[in-house]
């Protein structure tokens, strides 16, 4: 089945590569009924203190991990790897859930509010942020104004706004912005997939794509 997520933006060349893995992920996040390979924080074990929480916490641990590396770095992944190399990445087989088959590394994040991973595919201007949980209108709320708020001279537009069912993670809803200059080929598309569901292998998924 062909993935949904950004069908709209098939007619952008410049995006279409990237944008392909990303909708992988995305339709993964929303249909899997496999769990993923999220590793448990070192600084909680077993889990109790991420697990003891607030979902504000956890929304505001994920909208500081995305944005000191998938979007402070978005036009420069190649420093991104740099600054990550020190750190221990997941085992391939288990990256692979993350990557969806793309070659590319996975960082899990270590936090005392959850559960949290970076990924990055070999060769695409793509970086993506997984949450295991995570509270979705607070995690809603950050994105929308963070995504709202371009540059100048860009100028951002909302692209994507769908909701997918399925039994194992519930309802997902997935937004998309695009910043865009005028008589520029550049690019930057942001989007957040989210799930509310207390079933849900994950609960947020957000990401940067970034065409020069």
Same mark, same amino acid.
């Given at each position: 089945?062909?993935?949904?997520?950004?069908?709209?933006?098939?007619?952008?060349?410049?995006?279409?590569?990237? +944008?392909?893995?990303?909708? @992988?992920?995305?339709?993964?996040?929303?249909?899997?009924? !496999?769990?993923?390979?999220?590793?448990?924080?070192?600084?909680?074990?077993?889990?109790?203190?991420?697990?003891?929480?607030?979902?504000?916490?956890?929304?505001?641990?994920?909208?500081?991990?995305?944005?000191?590396?998938?979007?402070?770095?978005? *036009?420069?992944?190649?420093?991104?790897?740099?600054?990550?190399?020190?750190?221990?990445?997941?085992?391939?087989?288990?990256?692979?859930?993350?990557?969806?088959?793309?070659?590319?590394?996975?960082?899990?994040?270590?936090?005392?509010?959850?559960?949290?991973?970076?990924?990055?595919?070999?060769?695409?201007? @793509?970086?993506? %942020?997984?949450?295991?949980? %995570?509270?979705?209108?607070?995690?809603? +709320?950050?994105?929308?104004?963070?995504? !709202?708020?371009?540059?100048?001279?860009? %100028?951002?537009?909302?692209?994507?706004? *769908?909701?997918?069912?399925?039994?194992?993670?519930? !309802?997902?809803?997935?937004?998309?912005?695009?910043?865009?200059?005028?008589?520029? !080929?550049?690019?930057?598309?942001?989007?957040?997939?989210?799930?509310?569901?207390?079933?849900?292998?994950?609960?947020?998924?957000? *990401? %940067?794509?970034?065409?020069?």
């Amino acid at each position: 089945m062909k993935p949904a997520l950004f069908q709209a933006l098939r007619a952008r060349p410049l995006l279409a590569a990237t +944008a392909a893995v990303l909708a @992988l992920s995305a339709q993964a996040y929303a249909q899997s009924t !496999t769990k993923p390979a999220a590793p448990a924080n070192p600084s909680t074990p077993g889990g109790a203190a991420a697990s003891a929480s607030t979902p504000a916490q956890q929304a505001e641990s994920f909208a500081n991990i995305f944005a000191t590396t998938c979007a402070k770095y978005a *036009s420069n992944l190649g420093a991104l790897r740099t600054k990550l190399a020190p750190l221990p990445t997941m085992p391939a087989d288990k990256a692979n859930y993350f990557l969806q088959g793309q070659p590319g590394k996975v960082w899990p994040v270590p936090d005392p509010h959850g559960s949290f991973v970076v990924a990055i595919p070999d060769g695409q201007n @793509l970086c993506a %942020v997984y949450a295991r949980r %995570v509270g979705v209108p607070q995690t809603l +709320a950050w994105f929308k104004k963070m995504a !709202t708020e371009a540059p100048v001279p860009m %100028v951002a537009r909302q692209v994507q706004d *769908s909701k997918s069912a399925s039994p194992q993670n519930g !309802t997902a809803h997935t937004i998309a912005y695009e910043w865009a200059a005028p008589d520029s !080929t550049k690019r930057v598309l942001y989007s957040l997939t989210t799930s509310a569901s207390p079933t849900a292998d994950l609960q947020g998924l957000a *990401s %940067v794509t970034y065409a020069p």
